[in-house]
C-alpha cells in the first residue's frame, strides 16, 4: 500500500486543494529482449487516481506484454494495479482540505 499522510492537502499530481487518496501503481513496458518498470506512487485526488489508473492500465495493455518477461509479469501487474485501484475508489480519503468556517473572501477590483 502507498504511504498515507494525513497532512497532506493538495494533489500531489494536479495540486487541486481536494481530498487525496493514496495509490501505488505499477507499469511495465515490454522491449522484446528486456522490459521497463515504473512505479507510480503518490496522494492524489480522485480525477487523478482515475487518470492514472486508466493510464497505466492503457500502457499494460497494449505494450506491456510485448517482451517474453513481460508476459508473465503484464497480466500479474494488471491484477494488482486494478485491486489497488479498486480498494482506493472505494475507502475514505486521508488528506482533506483545511475547513473554511465563514463565508468565501471576496475578491475585489484593482484600484
Known amino acids: 500500500m502507498a504511504f ?5 492537502t493538495h494533489c500531489m499530481k494536479c495540486g487541486a486543494p481536494a481530498p487525496t487518496w493514496p495509490i501505488k501503481l505499477h507499469q511495465n513496458i515490454g522491449l522484446i529482449a528486456a522490459h521497463q518498470r515504473s512505479i507510480f506512487e ?8 482515475h487518470r492514472e489508473y486508466w493510464k497505466k492500465f492503457a500502457i499494460l495493455v497494449t505494450v506491456g506484454w510485448t517482451s517474453y518477461y513481460s508476459i ?16 482506493t475508489v472505494s475507502s475514505k480519503p486521508v488528506g482533506l482540505p483545511p475547513r473554511h468556517d ?5 475578491l475585489l477590483p484593482p484600484s
Not at 102 to 106: D, K, R, Y
Open 4 to 8: 498515507s499522510d494525513p497532512t497532506i
Open 42 to 49: 503518490g496522494q492524489i485526488c480522485k480525477p487523478c487516481v
Open 72 to 87: 508473465i509479469i503484464g497480466p500479474v501487474l494488471l491484477v494488482l494495479n486494478t485491486v489497488n485501484y479498486v480498494r
Open 102 to 106: 465563514g463565508p468565501a473572501p471576496q
